[in-house]
Nanobody, 122 residues
């Protein structure tokens, strides 16, 4: 699976952005997708922001974004989205999408996008 993110940019605090993650390849085998982010701070770790499952469409969010971010998928377009509202300066980060699938021996495989930068000014 190949993933390409788009939609990042500069926005003022309180504004909104919508990130997209377009998947190609063996998309039929994807069982989960989501978004991580990594702040531009030395030593910062990647933080799971939101995730969704292919079966059931279950979603999960980091406490820091609950009520502000919405993850969704358009299966017809093989695209996942992250609608980000009420953005805060602490949301500034590079956002990475990922997709989980099973390999030929049912081993779990994770693919990553290249990342898209989000900057929220105060």
């Amino acid at each position: 699976v190949q993933l390409v993110e788009s939609g990042g940019g500069l926005v003022q605090a309180g504004g909104s952005l919508k990130l997209s993650c377009a998947a190609s390849g063996s998309t039929f085998s994807i069982y989960a997708m989501g978004w991580y982010r990594q702040a531009p701070i030395p030593g910062s770790q990647r933080e799971l922001v939101a995730a969704t499952t292919s079966v059931g469409g279950n979603t999960d969010y980091a406490d820091s974004v609950k009520g502000r971010f919405i993850i969704s998928r358009d299966n017809a377009k093989n695209t996942m989205y992250l609608q980000m509202n009420s953005l805060k300066p602490e949301d500034t980060a590079v956002y990475y999408c990922y997709a989980d699938e099973y390999g030929s021996s049912w081993e779990p495989l994770r693919s990553w996008g290249q990342g898209t930068r989000v900057t929220v000014s105060s």
